[in-house]
């Protein structure tokens, strides 16, 4: 061998890179000296640097053992950065739940569908929307409520979320917390768990990478910045409490039940016999001294010829892996001085041949007798534990099993799919595991809702019905733009115009290196069956009527794990360019990028002192709803609570989670002003029952209630009038001295004597009814200067609405009304 030869691998050895036994052999097949294995690796060998002679006759032991050492360095300085930016992810966002300037609703949703539910159930009084009121049963149904009925617009989600929060709520109480209300402490606990997303996305974006947690950093960096999922995940979206558990499941069960690779190829030796000293070499991996084998196939060994050395003679096999088997992956740490070898250096390189045993200091060991019960246990749990939880998060989102869905489909091909459906049995075991769990959580899923709703009624049945089937959705809630989808996740800001740029070039690169070496170029199977995941989801999405930032909340984090991957091909790139030092280009290219997708979220986070900033987020648009929520806050502070009129949408409002007094409301609807009194409360059986802590049993004594539940829902209401009604809108709170407390905007100057203005936030006012003799005079001499009969087109059509509710009373009286001011 010649020096210039011998000091190539050498060097090889002491940087931890893998030495190409094809490119050794063809030197020595050229004209090279024929040597053993070990005068290979000995000749001319810097003697400085070894101490054993176990080193000189096995140096590839000594180099696995240092990259398995630095790649395990590597990996830990990853999830400790991981596990550092999930900390400081959840002490930032439940620091920013505790200001004022955060209490702004973003959605109805995020109070009426979960938080709400929970508040009656522990307080015996709410609002309920349609969606988890159970079927209207009997003949003398309302207008409303039978248009309820043939829309599907009932019982359409689980009551295992609101359960949720009741069960926070018994424990907090338990615990003996009484001060904050019970809307913070959910949002507190939410947000908490929604916090865990970047660790989520590091382990989800590490595991379809091969085990490179450098790229899950990447992943969770950019979770944790990114300005939407903020938005979401620091409101009690259900999405975002979702989200972690979801991701971590997919997780658990990729390589097992789902994977990005085909069946690993059978584990072979590349190995050689020392005829003199009997030392055992192997070319992709090291054979321990106590016999034991290396069963990792490093993928630029995708072609090669593997050499099997028995008592009988040698044994000569080619291996042939295809390039979608094993795609290349950066071996280059992004976040430490280390290399990231854990692709080819994190599995066990002493797991014996798979059905062989091997002779260990003199004892035969078998592979399949070395698994404890225990081990086993544990794994099993994992994969029901997994499909447990991937069935909850479909029962309480539908939505979700699509999201599951696609993303499997999209890690599918006819060749994998032929190679999984041989596989061994212990896969089949697993699958058989993980569809256990997925039948446990539907028979949960199932078991609520009977409980909630009654035998028979499957909410994400009547979900799919309503949403899918009728469309009603998009009829309903008006249809949205087609691009919405496509704006928000990749224009919304400069820093998603960066990471649209940067899979872009990213995937770019990919194709033009697969044109050049004619096959796949950096992690291109993966990077392809990600990018269809995400085209096809957005798709899905856009093509529904009706849309929401908060449906794609884990699309996005499936972009974000695409674009690290892309950061990471992209640096690996450069180095290979030698556009900048080849340790200093992974780095500086994901901490630029991080800093600068940080910097521009940053610029777009929306508070509430900014109604500006608050205007593309909020439902419909309505920047209002920061002020309305102080002003609700502050009457829910007050003991003197009668009544509360509400001159702003009860969609802004926050339902009794944020009023906290059992109280009528009169308040402005899209179609006019319900009013929503004692008398038209809907009595339903309690559900849940609270502890017998003190708290609890205050509550309910102050209620008087133990089993019942008084709700005001969408459909019971005690009066209506129209917006152009609005002088016997005043004789009425006139002449209702319950209502004692007024919500109205600024510009709005509605009775002139009787009230007084307690507060005032900019945009919306709270009056306080003045109570004394004095101010109810004033008020009476208010009626006679207020004409008491409006057009009679709006008495017929309040008659109308008055009739769709049931009132039919009252409905008659508007229509009688009417028709004698029409003839006169």
């Known amino acids: 061998m010649t020096q210039k030869s011998s000091h190539g691998i050498r060097k090889r050895i002491s940087s931890g890179r ?3 036994r094809s490119q050794t052999e063809r030197k020595k097949n050229s004209g090279g000296k024929q040597t053993n294995g070990s005068s290979l690796l000995t000749d001319d060998t810097d003697h400085r640097h070894t101490t054993d002679d176990t080193h000189l006759l096995d140096p590839l032991n000594t180099t696995k053992a240092a990259r398995r050492h630095r790649s395990m360095l590597s990996r830990n300085h990853a999830v400790l950065m991981t596990l550092m930016v999930t900390l400081v992810t959840a002490v930032l966002r439940v620091y920013y739940v505790t200001l004022k300037t955060s ?4 959605h109805p949703d995020e109070i009426y569908q979960s938080l709400e539910v929970a508040y009656s159930e522990i307080y015996g009084y709410g609002f309920r929307p349609y969606e988890f009121l159970p079927p209207a049963r009997g003949d ?3 207008q409303y409520q039978q248009v309820h009925q043939e829309h599907g617009m009932y019982a359409l989600r689980s009551p295992l979320l609101p359960w949720f929060y009741v069960v926070v709520s018994w424990g907090v109480a338990m615990l003996g917390v009484t001060s904050p209300s019970p809307y913070l402490i959910w949002r507190i606990v939410h947000v908490t768990l929604a916090s865990l997303l970047p660790l989520a996305a590091h382990v989800f974006t590490s595991t379809l990478s091969a085990g490179s947690h450098d790229v899950g950093v990447m992943a969770a960096a950019l979770a944790a910045s990114s300005v939407h999922l903020t938005v979401l995940g620091t409101h009690t979206i259900v999405h975002s409490l979702l989200a972690p558990a979801l991701f971590l499941c997919l997780a658990g069960l990729h390589g097992s039940v789902w994977d990005t690779t085909a069946p690993r190829p059978p584990r072979l030796l590349h190995a050689t016999t020392d005829s003199n000293t009997g030392t055992r070499r192997s070319g992709s991996t090291a054979s321990s001294q106590n016999g034991s084998c290396g069963s ?3 993928p630029e060994d995708k072609h090669s010829t593997t050499r099997l050395q028995t008592r009988s003679g040698s044994i000569t096999q080619t291996e042939h892996y295809d ?7 950066s071996d280059r740490s992004l976040f430490s001085a280390h290399e990231d070898t854990a692709t080819s250096a994190d599995h066990d390189d002493h797991t014996p041949l798979a059905g062989s045993s091997e002779t260990v200091n003199g004892t035969s060991q078998n592979p399949k007798k070395a698994v404890s019960l225990s081990s086993k246990t544990i794994v099993f749990g994992r994969f029901i534990a997994c499909g447990f939880c991937l069935a909850i998060c479909c029962y309480i989102r539908p939505d979700s099993g699509l999201f599951i869905g696609i993303l499997f489909m999209s890690f599918l091909s006819p060749r994998r799919l032929s190679r999984l459906l041989m596989k061994e049995k212990e896969y089949f075991r697993q699958i058989v595991l993980c569809v256990v769990g997925g039948i446990l959580g539907v028979v949960v899923g199932i078991s609520g809702d009977f409980y909630f709703y009654g035998v028979g009624v499957i909410s994400p049945v009547n979900w799919f019905r309503f949403n899918v089937v009728s469309k009603a959705a998009g009829r309903l809630f008006g249809a949205d733009s087609a691009v919405l989808y496509i704006r928000e996740m990749f224009f919304a800001n400069p820093g998603m115009v960066l990471v649209l740029g940067i899979n872009i070039a990213g995937v770019m690169t990919s194709i033009v290196q697969a044109l050049r070496r004619g096959r796949g170029g950096e992690g291109m199977a993966l990077k392809m069956r990600l990018l269809v995941s995400v085209a096809v989801l957005l798709a899905t999405y856009s093509v529904q009527e009706h849309k929401e930032l908060r449906f794609i909340h884990h699309v996005i984090v499936l972009y974000f794990a695409l674009t690290a991957i892309n950061v990471r091909s992209l640096a690996k790139t450069l180095s290979e360019q030698g556009a900048l030092t080849i340790s200093a280009t992974p780095r500086l290219s994901a901490l630029g990028t991080i ?15 900014d109604p500006a900033s608050l205007k593309s987020w909020v439902y419909q648009g309505n920047a209002d709803t920061y002020d309305v929520t102080r002003c609700v806050n502050h009457v829910a502070a007050q003991t003197d609570v009668r ?13 009794f989670t944020f009023l906290r007094h059992n109280v009528p409301l009169l308040t402005l609807t899209f179609s006019g002003y319900h009013e929503y009194g004692m008398s038209a409360r809907h009595i339903t059986p309690r559900k849940l029952y609270p502890t017998t802590t003190a708290t609890a049993t205050t509550a309910l004594r102050r209620h008087k209630t133990d089993s019942a539940v008084s709700l005001a829902t969408s459909v019971n209401l005690s009066n209506y009038f129209d917006h152009q009604n609005q002088p016997y809108l005043l ?14 905007t600024t510009d709005t100057e509605f009775l002139p004597a009787g009230f007084t203005q307690v507060l005032d936030t900019g945009r919306v006012k709270v009056l306080r009814r003045l109570g004394t003799e004095e101010g109810e005079q004033r008020l009476r001499q208010v009626v006679p200067l207020l004409r008491a009969d409006p057009a009679p087109a709006v008495l017929k059509r309040e008659a109308s609405e008055l009739f769709a509710f049931g009132l039919r009373d009252l409905a008659a009286q508007r229509y009688e009304r009417g028709v004698r001011l029409d003839g006169q």
């Open 18 to 20: 893998p030495i190409n």
């Open 103 to 106: 209490g702004w609703v973003l």
């Open 140 to 142: 003398n149904l309302s």
């Open 296 to 298: 990792h196939v490093r």
């Open 323 to 329: 390039d979608d088997d094993v795609d290349d992956v």
């Open 595 to 609: 800093l600068l997708f940080a910097a521009s979220q940053w610029h777009s986070m929306p508070t509430g002192e």
């Open 643 to 655: 009544g509360v009129f509400l001159n702003v949408n009860l969609n802004l409002v926050g339902g």
């Open 731 to 744: 004789h009425h709170l006139i002449s209702h001295p319950e209502y004692n407390y007024l919500l109205m």
